[in-house]
Nanobody, 126 residues
Framework: QLQLVESGGGLVQPGGSLRLSCTAS????????IGWVRQAPGKEREGVSC????????NYADSVKGRFTISRDNVKSTVYLQMNSLKPEDTAVYYC???????????????????WGQGTQVTVSS
């Protein structure tokens, strides 16, 4: 019922940058926490970041702090993940996810999410 549309993935060299976008219905996005979760081949899923409905609370996994920035534009119904200084270990499928209860605590957690996007591939390789 709820469709999340992701874009921005691709292939970049180490040290490069990408910006991921996640778009959903304006109402759902405006009143929900949005998170990014990634899964690398052979590894468990890892919460990357989350942002609450107002944008006043943002949290990040320790592995991406200082390199990734999450933001949202509720008018455009879009959440962004700016990824800088990318490392090969950042290679993963990145999923946009929605928590309708608007909980954004530990950025590394993903158990609270209710809806998931299709995922977009990020590959960091020389």
């Amino acid at each position: 019922q709820l469709q999340l549309v992701e874009s921005g993935g691709g292939l970049v060299q180490p040290g490069g940058s990408l910006r991921l976008s996640c778009t959903a219905s304006r109402f759902i996005l405006s009143y929900s926490t949005i998170g990014w979760v990634r899964q690398a081949p052979g590894k468990e899923r890892e919460g990357v970041s989350c942002i609450n409905s107002s944008g006043g609370t943002k949290n990040y996994a320790d592995s991406v702090k200082g390199r990734f920035t999450i933001s949202r534009d509720n008018v455009k119904s879009t959440v962004y993940l700016q990824m800088n200084s990318l490392k090969p270990e950042d290679t993963a499928v990145y999923y946009c996810a929605v928590d309708v209860e608007n909980k954004c605590g530990d950025g590394s957690d993903y158990s609270q999410y209710d809806y998931w996007g299709q995922g977009t591939q990020v590959t960091v390789s020389s």
